[in-house]
């Protein structure tokens, strides 16, 4: 079975973010051709992307969602996505930056910045150097996802090295972007604490300090699931011992209904407590957490 597929995609439907985002899009592409072992696609998808060909019908889709909410004002500005335009994921159930060249990029990129309501925002755990060469006019928001390089190495295989993600920050912000941080997932082991403050020195000395307070963070905490587990024993799949915890962690159903592991509640709050203190204490020069959970 071929890894790459080519569809056209029927669904249009946006839903509500609130988080990284206002919204989400209909899927440009669905699937990971990285394999990070938490991935939360790879229940779904565990191999293999499809990429929508219609990308002038999601756009159309995105344009007539931006275009009633801001005329009806149901999404309120500002909130804490963006001062205000209405912010829309376009890489939720991808890594869009990765997949880059099997997309219109240019085309999608264009519909945001030529916008008069609405934003889009991706994660991304690469550095993709060929947007450098658009300028989105801040209309376009890269979140480069970050943890520990020790565990990257083992939770997500392949991916850009985190130094280099943190290098990229300055490059991208020069080019035009919106850059955020996304601290995901956080996963809590023996030396967690000692390796973000590893992690937070590192962004206070490669960005630069003009930039700093416009570089934003967004906080998830880890979510496994049982299935994902098993799949990943099943193919001998490293970190199960970094990702299931089952003594810390507790069964909580999803506001999409899967059932899900996440930390137990008392715990959490207490990672999520030392987490905001560890931040406000190395990196208060920088841009506030959006959100934490």
Request: glycine residues 4%; charged residues 25%; aromatic residues 14%.
């Given at each position: ?7 056209k ?6 839903r ?15 699937g990971?051709?990285?394999?990070c072992?938490?991935c ?7 191999m ?5 060909v219609?990308?002038?019908?999601i ?5 007539s ?6 005329f ?5 500005k500002?909130n804490q ?15 869009f930056a990765?997949?880059?060249k099997?997309?219109d ?5 264009d ?5 008069p ?7 991304t ?14 209309k376009?928001r ?5 943890m ?9 295989p392949?991916t850009?090295?985190?130094?280099d993600?943190i290098k990229?920050?300055?490059?991208f ?10 601290f ?6 023996k030396e ?7 992690l ?5 000395d490669y960005?630069?300090p ?7 963070a967004e906080?998830i905490?880890?979510?496994h699931?049982?299935?994902l587990?098993?799949?990943n ?6 970190g199960?011992?970094?990702l299931?915890?089952?003594k ?13 592991l ?9 990672a ?10 190395h ?11």
């Open positions: 079975m071929s890894k790459l597929k080519f569809v995609r029927k669904a249009f439907t946006i509500f973010s609130g988080r990284s985002s206002d919204y989400i899009t209909p899927s440009f592409g669905f990971c051709l990285y394999k072992s938490y939360y696609m790879r229940r779904k998808t565990p293999g992307l499809n990429i929508a219609n990308t002038d019908e756009l159309h889709a995105i344009d969602h931006a275009q009633l909410i801001n009806t004002g149901e999404c309120i500002p996505t963006h001062r205000r335009d209405i912010t829309y994921d376009i890489s939720c159930n991808e890594d990765l997949h880059r099997h997309h990029w240019r085309k999608i990129f519909f945001f910045k030529n916008h309501h609405a934003m889009g925002t991706l994660a755990k690469c550095v993709p150097i060929e947007f450098l060469d658009y300028n989105p006019e801040g376009i890269i979140r480069f996802s970050l520990p390089q020790k565990i990257s190495s083992i939770l997500e392949n850009a090295k985190i130094i993600r990229a920050i300055n490059a912000i020069e080019a035009g972007y919106d850059v955020h941080v996304n995901s997932p956080v996963v809590v082991y967690w604490k000692q390796d973000y403050t590893e937070f020195n590192m962004l206070n960005v630069e003009l930039y700093k307070k416009n570089v934003k906080v905490f880890l979510t699931n049982e299935l587990h098993n799949y024993v099943e193919k001998g799949i490293k199960e011992d970094l299931w915890q089952p810390y962690q507790e069964v909580k159903t999803s506001q999409y209904g899967g059932k899900n996440r930390y137990k509640v008392p715990l959490k709050r207490i999520i407590d030392s987490f905001k203190k560890m931040y406000q204490q990196l208060s020069n920088f841009g506030e957490i959006r959100y934490i959970f």
